[in-house]
């Protein structure tokens, strides 16, 4: 084994003072040593020494011009400490030394997208996705600027491939069935899942910037009919996120217990320190195993992930007491659609108020209000909502939907 074959896999098994002994060696011996510099600036940075990291690679890339894993590397490195341009400069010249890097263009789009630059970063991911069609990551991100970018065409083409790279994941199944207006009756809890693990960790900073006021809505709703401030209602928050609820509903509850499907989402709500009780699981089936357990159940923004309602509003009738009240959100359709319910692009259902309205009734709801609110701002436009209150007429019908 060569003594740089030996450094790498020293630095390959986290040996780094073994490997930087070798490279020293090899730099001592040979300053000029393109391979050396950049291994050992690369060896820096793990060790969080990222200026000596830069100083190596820039000294390695001026012996070897065109040496693009080198430039790469570089990108990483000055990407990692927010220089964005200096991470395009150096990824770019990654890509015009080496026009077939995957890593490369994926790591260009990346930075690209950072930038604001969003035409040339999904240029740069469709050159990625062309030399690795398998590149799920590389579909993904081009699915989501195009529908952050209202080219929902281009969108639906990518979600295609992004599947077709990645079968089993259920979120480009989701929204391939929404482009193609194949929707099932409810999201599936796989998709549901998934998404908002994914989303948990930054989830209440992006929802703060597109004005969300979902829990805000469902709270000053119930407060209409219950009033704040009497710590007497047992109340469940189905569908509980990260928990944005909680504190609003904290002064008016004796116990306040909460059911999401994301575990991530879950480690949130937690945190806030509000709930009495959090449960990992399916909000239907949890309401379903508490019969007439709670004086209140809410939901907010969560039934946008359910198109027939018909099930979740028997198993809320089923788990709250007599005359306990229902309060939750939907997104409007239109009440000319001939839909009662439609899956749209953004992957939520929306609902038609009569439909709500009727669903309610079956259920055995005495509907106390139906308003419409703005949830949130979406790609610059206002995203409108039903916002419900139901009353529970009979908990023997409601138990008789279970």
């Known amino acids: 084994m060569s003594r740089k074959a030996e450094a790498f896999a020293h630095f390959q098994a ?26 050992l600036g690369v060896l820096r940075h793990r060790q969080g020494r990222n200026d000596e990291a830069v100083a190596l690679i820039t000294r390695a890339v ?101 599947l077709e790279a990645d079968p089993d994941n259920p979120i480009p199944r989701h929204m391939v069935a929404a482009f193609a207006n194949q929707a099932p009756a409810r999201a599936d809890d796989a998709y549901v899942t998934k998404l908002f693990d994914r989303m948990s960790g930054d989830f209440d900073t992006t929802l703060a910037n597109l004005g969300y006021a979902a829990p805000q809505l469902v709270c000053a709703a119930l407060a209409r009919f219950a009033p704040a401030g ?18 609003l509903l904290r002064s008016s509850a004796r116990q306040l217990v909460g059911v999401d499907l994301s575990p991530g989402m879950l480690e949130k709500a937690r945190a806030r320190g509000v709930y009495d009780e959090l449960h990992a699981g399916e909000m239907v089936a949890f309401m379903r195993a508490h019969p007439a357990g709670y004086d209140v159940v809410i939901s907010a923004d969560t039934l946008v992930y359910f ?3 018909e099930e979740a509003l028997g198993a809320a009738a ?25 899956l749209n692009n953004s992957g939520r259902y929306s609902h038609r108020a009569d439909y709500v309205r009727d669903s309610l009734s079956s259920a055995g709801f005495e509907l106390l209000q139906l308003e419409e609110g703005v949830l949130r701002k979406e790609m610059g436009a206002n995203v409108l909502g039903h916002v419900v209150v139901a009353r529970n007429r009979s908990a023997d019908r409601g138990r008789s939907n279970q």
């Open 62 to 162: 001026s012996f070897v011009p065109r040496d693009a894993n080198a430039w790469n590397s570089l990108g990483n490195i000055v990407s990692s400490a927010g220089k964005l341009q200096a991470a395009e400069f150096a990824y770019r010249r990654a890509v015009d030394s080496h026009p077939d890097f995957f890593g490369a263009w994926y790591n260009l789009g990346i930075v690209l997208r950072r930038l604001q630059k969003r035409d040339e970063a999904i240029d740069a991911f469709q050159h990625a996705a062309a030399l690795n069609p398998k590149a799920a990551d590389a579909h993904e991100s081009i699915a989501v600027m195009n529908m952050h970018m209202h080219r929902f065409q281009e969108a639906s083409v990518a979600f295609q491939r992004w």
């Open 14 to 39: 986290g040996r780094f003072r073994e490997a930087e002994s070798i490279y020293l060696e090899l730099l001592a011996a040979k300053p000029d040593d393109a391979e050396a510099l950049h291994h």
């Open 318 to 342: 089923g788990a709250l007491k007599p005359a306990g009240l229902f309060v939750f959100t939907v997104e409007v359709e239109p009440a000319e659609s001939s839909e009662k319910h439609r």
């Open 230 to 247: 009497e710590r007497r209602l047992v109340i469940l928050d189905a569908g509980a996120g990260t928990g944005l609820c909680g504190p």
């Open 307 to 309: 198109g027939a309602l």
